[in-house]
């Protein structure tokens, strides 16, 4: 274990003086050998059955115990503190409402493995990758609902958006009815930034309020509106499910109201893009958190807690110790 993990000096200057430290030494040893002598002898035969005593054996404990509570004090100096930060987000962030179609026709598959799933899985990509931004979710077909209000938990968030499957509300494409549920959850936010993205595979066709409707309001509110129009050219596969179990694939034409959709982004102050595949709609998100890269207003609070008082102790411990023996059991011996 690290004994400085997470730990912090507020007078790091004070690590110069272990500078001291050699010096110490250097100067204990040069004592050491002005004041102990040599002798010259022809053999040492008669010095070999003669004992060292204690205080030769542990006369430089004293050098040990001040080295040890000199470099104890100068970490106490230094002041380490433990530091506990965290921060407080205010409401001038990003809102993101993701609204997603869910009708029958995004069952798709030209995507991977359809247009829901391409669709669910690149968005949860894009929501990990803000982590400091509020985001919620709609889902609509022939009508539309809140699946998860604007949040920063977004491990919740991810898992109510993988939960959505076709089917969940009665079919159609209900696209005004979709942006106007997401507007309203954006309508009272106080961001920097309030964002819709929209996406869909078809032509609005159910719901009391029109898309343009719906895109006027959003633009009283301030909210931007980036529509994406899933399909390939053409027609697409779709699987179709006898009543024996059996799935039979039957292409049917792409219809992407891209006129509508345009005009909803041109009045938000937003864009339109259309995706053919899960790599063009994987560049869309991408080129959208490009876009939306507002600077978040964050509030930084720091509780510093003093650390030194244990080092400040052990510095007092080891150089007590060290005058305790020197007057006691090291009394006479080199100091």
Same mark, same amino acid.
């Given at each position: 274990?690290?004994?400085?993990?997470?730990?912090?000096?507020? @007078?790091?200057?004070?690590?110069?003086?272990?500078?001291?430290?050699?010096?110490?030494?250097?100067?204990?040893?040069?004592?050491?050998?002005? =004041?102990?002598?040599?002798?010259?002898?022809?053999?040492?035969?008669?010095?070999?059955?003669?004992?060292?005593?204690?205080? !030769?054996?542990?006369?430089? !404990?004293? &050098?040990?115990?001040?080295?040890?509570? /000199?470099? %104890?004090?100068?970490?106490?100096?230094?002041?380490?503190?433990?530091? *506990? $930060?965290?921060?407080?987000?205010?409401?001038?962030?990003?809102?993101?409402?993701?609204? #997603?179609?869910?009708?029958? @026709?995004?069952? $798709?598959?030209?995507?991977?493995?359809?247009?829901?799933?391409?669709?669910? +899985?690149?968005?949860?990509?894009?929501?990990?990758?803000?982590?400091?931004?509020?985001?919620? =979710?709609?889902?609509? $077909?022939?009508?539309?609902?809140?699946?998860?209000?604007?949040?920063?938990?977004?491990?919740?968030? /991810? +898992?109510?958006?993988?939960?959505?499957?076709?089917?969940?509300?009665?079919?159609?494409?209900?696209?005004?009815?979709?942006?106007?549920?997401?507007?309203?959850?954006?309508?009272? $936010?106080?961001?920097?930034?309030?964002?819709?993205?929209? =996406?869909?595979?078809?032509?609005?066709?159910?719901?009391?309020?029109?898309?343009?409707?719906?895109?006027?309001?959003?633009?009283?509110?301030?909210?931007?509106?980036?529509?994406?129009?899933?399909?390939?050219?053409?027609?697409?596969?779709?699987?179709?499910? #006898?009543?024996?179990?059996?799935?039979? !694939?039957?292409?049917?034409?792409?219809?992407?109201?891209?006129?509508?959709? @345009?005009?909803?982004? @041109? &009045?938000?102050?937003?864009?339109?893009?259309?995706?053919?595949?899960?790599?063009?709609?994987?560049?869309?998100?991408?080129?959208?958190?490009?876009?939306?890269?507002?600077?978040?207003?964050?509030?930084? !609070?720091?509780?510093?807690?003093?650390?030194? *008082?244990?080092?400040?102790?052990?510095?007092? /411990?080891?150089?007590?110790?060290?005058?305790?023996?020197? &007057?006691?059991?090291?009394?006479? %011996?080199?100091?």
């Amino acid at each position: 274990m690290n004994l400085f993990k997470g730990i912090e000096f507020a @007078s790091p200057g004070f690590f110069w003086l272990f500078i001291i430290i050699p010096l110490m030494i250097a100067w204990y040893c040069w004592r050491n050998k002005k =004041l102990y002598g040599t002798l010259s002898v022809s053999a040492i035969k008669g010095f070999a059955t003669s004992r060292k005593n204690i205080n !030769y054996i542990t006369r430089h !404990y004293a &050098i040990v115990l001040r080295v040890l509570g /000199v470099s %104890a004090l100068i970490i106490a100096l230094a002041r380490p503190q433990t530091a *506990l $930060s965290w921060d407080n987000e205010t409401t001038e962030g990003i809102d993101i409402m993701i609204a #997603t179609d869910i009708s029958g @026709s995004m069952l $798709s598959e030209d995507f991977t493995p359809n247009r829901l799933e391409a669709g669910k +899985n690149i968005a949860i990509d894009f929501i990990n990758h803000r982590p400091n931004d509020r985001i919620g =979710l709609v889902i609509f $077909s022939g009508e539309s609902f809140t699946q998860c209000p604007l949040t920063i938990d977004h491990d919740v968030l /991810v +898992n109510m958006f993988q939960g959505i499957k076709n089917g969940m509300i009665d079919d159609g494409t209900a696209i005004g009815m979709g942006l106007a549920t997401a507007v309203s959850r954006l309508k009272d $936010s106080q961001a920097k930034s309030k964002v819709v993205i929209l =996406l869909t595979d078809g032509v609005n066709n159910m719901g009391s309020i029109p898309p343009i409707t719906a895109a006027e309001i959003a633009k009283q509110f301030g909210v931007r509106v980036y529509t994406v129009g899933l399909g390939t050219n053409g027609s697409a596969p779709y699987p179709f499910k #006898t009543p024996d179990g059996v799935i039979h !694939y039957q292409q049917i034409p792409v219809e992407i109201d891209e006129g509508t959709l @345009s005009k909803i982004s @041109s &009045i938000t102050g937003g864009q339109y893009f259309r995706a053919h595949n899960n790599q063009e709609l994987q560049g869309i998100y991408t080129q959208i958190d490009k876009l939306e890269k507002v600077k978040i207003a964050v509030t930084q !609070y720091h509780k510093k807690t003093e650390r030194y *008082l244990p080092f400040a102790i052990l510095a007092a /411990v080891f150089l007590l110790i060290e005058f305790f023996l020197s &007057i006691t059991v090291f009394k006479g %011996a080199l100091s």
